[in-house]
């Protein structure tokens, strides 16, 4: 009898706090945030926020598919490539199995790859909390060269372990795409079962989520979103193919259908409590598939990820039940500083929607941005960043993250905006200077770029 009482009063907390945040959420508030942003050319992408399960906030802006001829408006049921927040999925599915007593975090990796390096070494668990020390294939300066060419698990697996080790497995924490494609591969070979199938049999059908699959070539007729970078207007982006990324990042999916999926998974409709501890348990600050987030004094969990020109953040604050998911196919503008105005939004923190002035464009030809091509790396900063284009778009990207456009604002001169990235070029001396955050970092070239 207390058993079942304790059940009802529980239900009826729930859908109050449910009932608060759709009644206090300022909507209006939202939709001025979204809009500004949008007319400014900040932005492209969709936002979903919900209260224990309920959806209380949707919302679009910008378009799916930008053409002279035709541009198809993004929708509450746009899919977009997540990126990384692929491994959440991997993350839970990994733990699945180890319910179902086929696998245990302690099992090392030599079991099924003995050919990457350290492999008796490295376990499930430092594979899920990045600590295995496996190089990060896509930290390969010749990635951007074949990363939408459709690559077989054989040629992956050869291109990871190639590498050696970085750091002895366990003795410390670094981000690594390597771990959740070895991941994913696993899993295929443990139940004799594709990812695809997977991702369907043990997450999607159970929980309903209609728009949340493995990518494949975009096909904008599906309603899924093409990327961009601006440049005085939305300029298509290469797109990876998604036989590369696998279980690190082939997942596409709906804002709405990742706060369904957070939601469950922090409800126990996925995995057991006790795995889900497992996977909050932090080591310097990262857990396994899960990272840990504050916001004012708020506490939540979730997972970024970023592919091409797509940049997606998932959020879930259990005291709260709140789920927020936001997915960019296009943006100038910080994301941190959006998902900062989102949030204040959603707990009714004071927050000024953003204004902002007219932009005066400049151009640039394809044959001008040669002579910044190549890889550079720096004395200061341990990472190589390579630059390459696509037609008048000069092209960004640092060993182990997403490439980005930047911008033309002066002779030399080059911006990302969304991450306060200046960039200023010395073609006479192959160099160049990184400006963020205040600091400015010398660059020298080390290899011209091939293209």
Known sequence: MNAKIYVVALSIGCLSISTVFAQSLNKEKMDSLLNVLSLNNKVMGTLAVSAQGKSVYNGSMGYLSVSDSKSIPANEKTIYRIGSISKLFTATMVFQLIEEGKLTLSNKLDTWFPEVPNAKLISIEHLLGHRSGIYNFTNDPEYTQWMTIPKTHAEILQKISKNPSVFTPGSKWEYSNSNYVLLSYILEKITGKGYSELLKEKITDIIGLTNTYCGTEINTDRNEAKSYGFMGQWKELPETDMSIPSGAGAVCSTPYDLTKFITALFSNKLIRSESLSQMKSM?????LGLFEYTFSDKKAFGHNGGIDGFISMLRYFPEEGLAVAFCTNGQTYPLDEIYHGILSICF??????????????????????????GVYESSVIPIKITITKNDTILIAQGEGQSAFPLEYTAPDQFQFEAAGIIIEFNPEKEELLLKQSGGIFLFKAVMENPL
């Open 348 to 373: 009714n923190k004071e927050y000024k929607i953003p204004v902002f002035k007219a932009h005066t464009l400049h151009s640039i030809s394809t044959e001008d941005l040669d002579k910044y091509l």
């Open 283 to 287: 080591f310097e600050g990262h857990g």
